[in-house]
T-cell receptor
């Protein structure tokens, strides 16, 4: 069974721009979670989706948003990028039983200049 | 919210040594996982262990849910064990998110 995939793997953006990251979960998994990892703040929960509904949201500004499609694929968007948004963004999928064992993708490394 | 503490923050071992990593939770969790993060950032699942004990080769883990802690044991360590180990707890208070600890950075010397 294929693992969690994330695209793109690397991204360089300029302050003020917006970015969209994509995550495809393991086949059959209905829950997708997003995390941000930075050296200063560690791994922080962004949000979790199950059957196209956001069930939980972390403590991030409204510039961070996400959605899930009917095929369970998920996207997250960051608008008006700031230098502090430079991070590794990790996506995890789980079968959906709350919360269940999570499996992580390789991540998208975003650099904001 | 729930706090997750990991200890020690850093650990240096000689190849062949054993080690114990600890994870404490400030509140009860229904799910608990241990991960190893490789140098490329990928989080590798080690154990899904809400309670009890599991073993996988040289690694084993024990979670005592009633006392809100989990332990990861690494025996006969190898240089390939180097990296950062995270524990994460989820399912607390009916939520659907995992809270991660700050990690233990392990370096195994040849």
């Amino acid at each position: 069974k294929a693992g969690v995939t994330q695209t793109p793997r690397y991204l360089i953006k300029t302050r003020g721009q917006q970015v969209t990251l994509s995550c495809s979960p393991i086949s059959g998994h209905r829950s997708v979670s997003w995390y941000q990892q930075t050296p200063g703040q560690g791994l922080q929960f962004l949000f979790e989706y199950f059957s196209e509904t956001q069930r939980n949201k972390g403590n991030f500004p409204g510039r961070f948003s996400g959605r899930q499609f009917s095929n369970s694929r998920s996207e997250m968007n960051v608008s008006t990028l700031e230098l502090g948004d430079s991070a590794l963004y990790l996506c995890a999928s789980s079968p959906g039983l709350p919360p269940g064992e999570q499996y992580f993708g390789p991540g998208t490394r975003l650099t904001v200049t | 919210g729930i706090q997750v503490e990991q200890s020690p923050p850093d650990l240096i071992l000689q190849e062949g040594a054993n080690s114990t990593l600890r994870c404490n939770f400030s509140d009860s969790v229904n799910n608990l996982q241990w991960f190893h993060q490789n140098p490329w950032g990928q989080l590798i699942n080690l154990f899904y262990i809400p309670s009890g004990t599991k073993q996988n080769g040289r690694l084993s883990a024990t979670t005592v849910a009633t006392e809100r802690y989990s332990l990861l044991y690494i025996s006969s360590s190898q240089t390939t064990d180097s990296g950062v180990y995270f524990c994460a707890g989820g399912g607390h208070s009916g939520t659907y998110k995992y809270i991660f600890g700050t990690g233990t950075r392990l370096k195994v010397l040849a």
